[in-house]
């Protein structure tokens, strides 16, 4: 996690030090601000105007954490507010370390876990002002950020919110629910607003959030030389066809003969999805039934690419070998569950 801590006084560079002594730990980044005339070893000259010296940051950084008076972060962070999707936790610090304010991304960037972390390790009080926390109700985008799941659409999430201040809200999964729902969360699959969670596309709820599990594996085959772009049509062809989100995409697999095939890994890149290859000794060891073929296994010693990469991660197969454009696709979903505990 990247964390950047601002002060501006000699006792708020104090607190600084000791926020950042509370917070880093394995694998975490926390640099310390100050301005020019109080930053020495161990921390990083502010340059005024603080809204452009704090824009790289803001971009960079998961957290941003002023110790000051809130009005100081307010003014520094203004200019960059973007999208509570993207935006990173900001969280303000008073400099005698007496109160810890979350002010952006509470739930979806984790502010609001970061304000409650520090307060308890600094010895102060928390001031967490989201409705859903103050009244002890499920905050579906903070739970969702948690597991890792895709929100589809943030008015929806916006309209879950209001609604279980009000009541129940159904909630429709494809997968196995384990553990007791939270307060004001109940099975169910219609209604005015309602969370599904699933790698399809469905709306069951006359307003769905739909929260999605990255669990489909992908597996491709290609004639060398493919461009990206014929990749990409038989791919966003297929996963339509199957009503397969995007999101739901974790990982692409091939064949190690590819690891060089600049088409394939110019589309991955640009879709963000990592890839693997496979041996064709790795993928022929694959578990399960698949399309198999002679003029494949002659070329490249294995009967099948696409299938056997697809469910190598131990998934079944939900796509079985779809072939055009001179690329060949499947898919495979892994397991899934729905947890509320821990």
């Keep these: 996690m990247r964390l950047a801590v601002f002060a501006f006084s000699r006792r708020g560079l104090e607190t600084a030090e000791r926020v950042r002594a509370a917070l880093t730990g394995s694998g975490d980044v926390c640099a310390v601000y100050a301005p020019e005339r109080l930053a020495g070893e161990g921390s990083l000259p502010i340059t005024p105007p603080l809204a452009a010296f704090v824009g790289p940051v803001f971009r960079e950084a998961d957290a941003l954490i002023f110790v000051g008076a809130c009005g100081i972060a307010v003014r520094g962070i203004a200019p960059h507010v973007c999208d509570k999707t993207t935006d990173p936790a900001v969280v303000s610090v008073d400099e005698l370390a007496r109160f810890v304010i979350p002010l952006l991304s509470g739930h979806i960037g984790g502010a609001n876990a970061l304000a409650l972390e520090l307060a308890e390790k600094l010895g102060a009080s928390a001031a967490v002002t989201t409705a859903t926390d103050i009244n002890g109700k499920f905050s579906v985008d903070a739970w969702a950020a948690e597991r890792g799941l895709f929100l589809s659409d943030m008015k929806a999430a916006k309209a879950v919110s209001a609604a279980i201040l009000e009541g129940p809200v ?7 629910v384990r553990g007791t729902l939270p307060p004001g ?26 929260l999605v599990p990255p669990v489909i594996r992908l597996g491709i085959g290609c004639r060398r030389n493919t461009p990206a772009e014929a990749i990409g049509a038989l791919v966003d062809e297929t996963l339509a066809a199957c009503q ?54 002659r070329t490249v010693g294995v009967d099948n690419v696409c299938e056997r990469a697809a469910a190598l991660g131990g998934g079944r197969l939900v796509i079985q070998k779809t072939a055009g454009h001179g690329v060949t696709v499947a898919a495979a979903a892994e397991r899934y569950e729905v947890r509320f505990d821990g």
Excluded: M, N
């Design 170 to 176: 159904p909630l429709k999964s494809d997968f196995p």
């Design 185 to 210: 969360i109940v099975p169910g699959e219609a209604g005015p607003v309602g969370i599904c969670v699933s790698w399809r596309w469905q709306t069951p709820f006359e307003t769905t959030l739909l």
């Design 244 to 297: 397969i989100h995007p999101a739901a995409v974790k990982s692409v697999g091939s064949i190690d003969l590819k690891r060089d095939e600049p088409g394939l890994l110019a589309f991955c890149r640009e879709r963000g999805w990592p890839v693997e290859f496979y041996t064709a000794s790795q993928l022929e060891a694959a578990e399960g039934d698949f399309t198999p073929s002679d003029f494949v296994r």
